[in-house]
């Protein structure tokens, strides 16, 4: 089992603020999901992120794979309150297997 | 609806039980797997199947039996359930053993509570 550790565990935002998530390992990996888990649901895929360095756009989340493919990030822009979840980065091993994070529980106050 | 459709979605029983998940998937996808979301919210893989053949079994106990009919199908049976089975498990499927592009696609979750 390959450690993907998610910062911050929790954050609390008022609606309009932004915010950056990170998720890091020790570990190189072949590719890396971000996902969306709402409440009483199973995660959602957001994006894939596969070149080292990459940056992919989804309306106001930017997603950055590391140069080094052991890191990324997620930045959301004037946060919503429909943003709210649980974010779960997932790293693709070079046995195909992905690994999730530990989780980014995201609460954005109206 | 296209979809990764698990049942039931609440299940409570008392410790000893034997209990079963079934999970379906209506996508057309090779590969179906069974995660387990811990208190802490921690998503761990148990089990995968591709074509109905085991494909990855993670150290599970084997209290922990999941059967595959076919493609479209993976049910999870737990027999003698323990306090520490309590959890959130989750069905999910992909169109390859390699889900790099598409991801996962997850059902909405059984929520076990063995007292």
């Known amino acids: 089992t390959q450690l993907l550790e998610q910062s911050p565990q929790f954050l609390s935002i008022q609606e309009g603020e932004n915010l950056t998530v990170y998720c890091n390992s020790s570990s190189v990996f072949s590719s890396l999901q971000w996902y969306r888990q709402e409440p009483g649901e199973g995660p959602v895929l957001l994006v894939t992120?596969?070149?080292?360095?990459e940056v992919k756009k989804l309306k106001r989340l930017t997603f950055q794979f590391g140069d080094a493919r052991k890191d990324s990030s997620l930045h959301i822009t004037a946060a919503q309150p429909g943003d709210t979840g649980l974010y779960l980065c997932?790293?693709?091993?070079?046995?195909?297997?992905?690994?999730f994070g530990t989780g980014t529980s995201l609460t954005v106050i109206p | 609806d296209t979809a990764v459709s698990q049942t039931p979605k609440y299940l409570v029983t008392q410790m000893g039980n034997d209990k079963s998940i079934k999970c379906e998937q209506n996508?057309?996808?090779?590969?179906m797997y069974w995660y387990k979301q811990d208190s802490k919210k921690f998503l761990k893989i148990m089990f995968s199947?591709?074509?109905?053949?085991?494909?990855i079994n993670e150290t599970v106990p084997n209290r922990f039996s999941p059967k595959s009919p076919d493609k479209a199908h993976l049910n999870l049976h737990i027999n003698s359930l323990e306090l520490g089975d309590s959890a959130v498990y989750f069905c999910?499927?992909?169109?390859?053993?390699?889900?790099?592009?598409?991801?996962?696609?997850f059902g909405s979750g059984t929520r076990l509570t063995v007292v």
């Open positions: 992120v596969v070149t080292g360095g």
């Open positions: 199947y591709n074509n109905k053949e085991l494909i």
């Open positions: 999910a499927s992909s169109l390859s053993i390699r889900p790099t592009g598409g991801g996962y696609t």
């Open positions: 997932a790293g693709e091993n070079t046995g195909n297997q992905f690994y």
């Open positions: 996508l057309g996808h090779d590969t």
